[in-house]
């Protein structure tokens, strides 16, 4: 345990930054110089404190204990914190980069507005991966509800409204179950901190109470779109591009996604996990959950080979995906967690790829379905390219970093048909659902590539010029899909640079989340 | 104008008085305790900012002979509403609060027109209530042969089991139940505050409305106690359940308004519903109470900041009406922006003063749960919803203001302030909204709690 300052000051730049953004509406280099600024400041100052979780330090800080005794209103930085913090401030500069060139080629209104609720929306998740208790976490949590509705809005348009009052409609009621489920655990156990295995008096309750109590906490996490509630995710996708690949894909969903990991392992504890029934002896709370992810999984293949345009399709892999991450966690052995939080800035960096060449189409030709993209593989070869090594990474096929997720979770789901206990065709359900979902991610993103590449455009018969997006887009996803091959190349080749200390973080995250009870 | 400065004088002498000392010496009947200063500075608090607020709001929606009486009515009323939340002395208590209606009646009608019906309307209902509570009183003073609520507590207890003692219990709860507007003895308030002046909405659903509430409080726990609600089996749960439709309905039927002043008078009924379940659950937990007693300041914050905002539409643009708020947020922004933050904080966004609030009141429901059974799950459900409800209509305000595009009418409309006079009380509230609701999770506010929670008799909670 060490006490530093870092964990808030890495919030303060956000925090900072916003209303800064919108002192200097009417000069945008400067706005959007504060954006950027921010986001290395708070990149470089999350980066910071990888050295001391590598020694295996947590890093606490408390900002101010509550009127609930035992609640502290603090943050503290645990590896698995990190690896989300890490993923979403580093994105963060690249999406900034890469909004500059999307509103200004586009001329978007009400820019301010959008870069100021970017800023707060950043600092609800960052505030999310950092923060040490329940109770925090739900603060940050709702700050990021609210903050990203006018970015989903921010068309005006009747189906952006819409589309914004769908989104509170799933959220914010999903909110309100999350409060009652922390305040529910507050009452139980007299604590709302992430313990390492669990916090042990929740073992105690009732058995009934503690299946509502995960299922209202799964309610709270509508956030990671596991079916039946996802629908806000694909509407959500008429928000502009850049708001899809951060928040959408990244941010917002993985905060969904984080916390369903975090009360797996940090509340209930592997252990309690396995052992509380929801039907007599048949179902446990994480085949419950493993089930409902596995379902997520495979329909939500389904649904995107269905949609034609782009975003909307991307936006149901992404449902699809994260439910990856949850079976993962759901499987309750040391590899499926393994997976679940490799997965976490894995797809992360592959998704935003694919969103960010989405948005580079749609800025360059004016496409936004698949079905007209013929030949633009021709007219963007870069762009299209790095498309390529997402949808790659996507569906687990090498060079793109997919792969070895991918594997852990396939090794998790054969261990976990090794405890004895179980039925026989479970052993191997979940690997067959994650194969089997490995394959429809394949039947839908070949299409794309195969659209793009090789179909000639309808009526153009002369040689088209190459027309690249402009260099502000161009870069941010060339370094994504530069880096989700990296984080491969760096695994099998033991090249041990900066990527490296990701692996190193998922394995001390998954030494914490798997240790015993310590009483 | 001698008269608004001499009240800010006033205001802020008096602030300064409850700085000095917890007790001063205020003759024999006055006495200040935690509770009481608490509410004393909250009151005198509002009172200051609604009268910086009321100068234009007054000049533009009152004839201008009536302004000298505004104010001397205003200035009785914050006298009569000090003089309830200071007296220790229960028929003193009555004439006070006499003072104090009968000048919100006379500032509710000074607008004319429907608001003179509302007036008359609300004079009834007042007459009514307080006649109950006159009723309570000399019920107990006939059984206990004293006024002095220090006196009565300790007189009381040996006479719980009596019917006297009971009939004047409920008779008291009902009086200043129709005086708090608790549901469903609000019917007078959705007019009243509906149609009286901008100003004197303000005042009235902040100071006035808190004062008769803590009145109810302090009848309820200084001079009845806990003791009595325990003995008198089933009426905590009572409260409890009728609190909990108030919250609802009064959601619902705000969802049905499109008048924004009469969205927020219903929204109130509900509001005042959540105080009310805090202290039925207060009984069995020390945190109902902290809740009430939050919420109190609380509510008052933010309705103070909605209604004064609501005032500023009106003064501006006169827009009654939500469906011709469309743009509003381009037109006065700093305006929309208070109204915004203090809506946000009634749907109980954290890290608001609405936030706080629900989060004592759920814990104190669950605490209940060991004596209510499952009832007490239904409330936690209730406060829930209500929150979602308030979403409901709020939502619905500040997607017009930011959201909606307007067609354009008579283009060109310039961005357009609210003047400054008006300006800075509401932005004091709305910031108020975020930085109290921070105060209220700290230990900060610690000492003044406990020192509350003492004198009514309730064990200190954290």
Request: charged share 10%; proline share 4%.
């Amino acid at each position: 345990m060490v006490e530093l300052m870092t964990p808030l000051l890495a919030l303060l730049c956000p925090a900072v930054a916003a209303p800064l953004i919108l002192l200097f509406d009417k000069k945008p280099n400067i706005r959007e110089g504060w954006t950027i600024a921010a986001g290395i400041a708070m990149f470089a100052l999350v980066l910071s404190m990888v050295p001391v979780i590598l020694q295996g330090e947590v890093i606490t800080y408390t900002f101010f204990q509550t009127l609930f005794e035992g609640v502290a209103f603090g943050f503290k930085v645990d590896a698995f914190g990190l690896i989300f913090a890490l993923t979403s401030s580093s994105l963060w500069i690249l999406v900034s980069f890469y909004s500059v060139g999307y509103m200004r080629s586009l001329e978007e209104h009400a820019q301010t507005r959008y870069f100021f609720s970017f800023a707060v929306a950043i600092f609800g998740a960052i505030g999310i991966a950092l923060s040490a208790n329940l109770l925090t976490m739900f603060v940050f949590y709702e700050i990021l509800t609210v903050s990203t509705y006018p970015l989903v809005i921010h068309d005006q348009s009747r189906e952006a409204l819409s589309a914004g009052r769908k989104y509170f409609a799933y959220l914010l009621p999903s909110g309100v179950f999350f409060l009652f489920a922390v305040m529910m655990t507050y009452y139980l156990t007299g604590t709302t901190d992430f313990t390492n295995g669990g916090i042990p008096a929740l073992g105690s309750a009732p058995q009934l109470t503690l299946v509502v109590l995960f299922f209202c906490f799964l309610m709270g996490f509508l956030k990671a779109a596991w079916m039946p509630f996802h629908s806000w995710l694909p509407t959500a996708m008429v928000a502009p591009t850049p708001v899809s690949a951060l928040l959408h894909a990244v941010a917002v969903v993985k905060a969904g996604v984080f916390g369903i990991v975090r009360i797996v392992c940090y509340i209930y504890g592997v252990e309690l996990m396995s052992k509380v029934d929801v039907i007599n002896g048949y179902l446990t709370l994480g085949l419950a959950l493993a089930c409902i992810a596995g379902f997520t999984m495979i329909v939500a293949n389904l649904f995107a080979i269905a949609q034609d345009n782009l975003k909307r399709r991307l936006a149901y892999s992404t449902i699809s995906q994260l439910s990856y991450i949850i079976l993962g966690a759901a499987l309750l052995v040391p590899d499926g967690i393994r997976g679940a939080m490799m997965h976490i800035p894995f797809h992360g960096f592959m998704k935003i790829t694919l969103f960010l060449c989405a948005g580079a189409i749609t800025v360059v030709t004016g496409k936004k379905n698949i079905s007209e993209m013929a030949g633009v593989g021709k007219t963007m070869p870069r762009t299209m390219l790095a498309f390529t090594i997402g949808a790659f990474g996507m569906s687990g096929i090498p060079p793109a970093v997919g792969l070895i997720s991918k594997w852990f979770l396939c090794q998790g789901a054969l261990k976990m048909g090794e405890i004895p206990e179980l039925l026989e065709a479970r052993e191997i359900l979940f690997l067959f659902i994650i194969l089997a979902a490995s394959l429809l991610d394949v039947v839908y993103f070949f299409p794309i590539i195969h659209t793009a590449f090789f179909k000639e455009p309808e009526g153009a018969e002369q040689e088209v010029e190459v027309q690249e997006a402009p260099l502000f887009m161009l870069i941010p996803l060339t370094i994504t899909a530069v880096f989700s091959i990296i984080f491969l190349l760096d695994f099998i080749l033991r090249l041990n640079i900066l990527s490296m200390y990701i692996y190193k973080l998922v394995e001390i995250a998954v030494e914490n989340a798997t240790q015993p009870l310590v009483i | 104008m001698s008269i608004f400065i001499l009240h800010h004088v006033l205001t802020v002498g008096t602030i300064h008085y409850w700085l000095g000392g917890w007790r001063p010496p205020w003759g024999i009947e006055y006495v200040v305790d935690g509770l009481n200063a608490y509410v004393l500075v909250l009151i005198l608090f509002l009172s200051f900012v609604a009268v910086l607020y009321s100068k234009r709001s007054v000049e533009h929606e009152v004839e201008e002979r009536k302004h000298v009486a505004f104010y001397t009515v205003f200035q009785l009323l914050v006298a009569g509403c000090c003089g309830v939340v200071l007296t220790g002395d229960a028929f003193n208590m009555y004439v006070l609060s006499e003072i104090a209606s009968l000048t919100a009646y006379a500032l509710i009608a000074i607008a004319g027109g429907r608001a003179l019906r509302a007036s008359y309307n609300y004079l009834v209902m007042g007459s009514i209530g307080i006649c109950f509570y006159l009723l309570g009183i000399g019920f107990l003073y006939s059984v206990t042969g004293s006024l002095n609520m220090g006196d009565l507590r300790i007189l009381l207890p040996p006479l719980y089991g009596n019917k006297m003692v009971q009939t004047a219990f409920i008779f008291v709860l009902i009086g200043l139940g129709i005086k708090s507007a608790f549901f469903p003895l609000h019917i007078w308030q959705p007019n009243s505050y509906t149609y009286a002046p901008s100003a004197v909405s303000v005042i009235i659903s902040t100071v006035a409305a808190k004062t008769f509430i803590y009145a109810l409080i302090r009848i309820i726990f200084s001079v009845f106690t806990l003791d009595f609600i325990r003995s008198y089996v089933g009426v905590d749960i009572a409260i409890c359940w009728i609190a909990a439709i108030g919250i609802i309905v009064g959601s619902v039927l705000a969802i049905v308004q499109h008048n924004l002043k009469r969205m927020l008078a219903y929204s109130s009924v509900s509001q005042i519903g959540y105080i009310a379940l805090g202290i039925g659950l207060s009984p069995t937990s020390g945190w109902g109470l902290l809740g009430a007693l939050a919420h109190l300041a609380n509510h008052a914050i933010m309705k103070g900041c909605l209604f004064s905002a609501a005032g500023a539409f009106i003064y501006k643009y006169n827009l009654w009406d939500i469906r011709d708020f469309e743009g509003l947020g381009k037109k006065m922004p700093y305006v929309s922006a208070a109204f915004t933050l203090a809506a946000l904080s009634m749907i109980g966004v954290p890290p608001s003063t609405g936030f706080a609030t629900k989060l004592f009141l759920i814990y104190a429901a669950l605490q209940a749960t060991e004596i209510f059974s499952s009832a007490a799950y239904l409330f936690v459900g209730v406060l829930l919803l209500s929150s979602l409800l308030n979403l409901v209509y709020f939502w619905r305000v500040i997607e017009r203001m930011y959201f909606v595009k307007r067609e354009e009418r008579n283009g060109g409309e310039r961005e357009s302030e609210a003047p400054l006079s008006m300006l800075l009380p509401m932005l004091l509230l709305a910031s108020l909204c975020v930085v109290v609701g921070i105060l209220w999770l700290t230990p900060m506010p610690l000492p003044l709690i406990k020192d509350a929670l003492f004198e009514l008799g309730v064990e200190a909670v954290p």
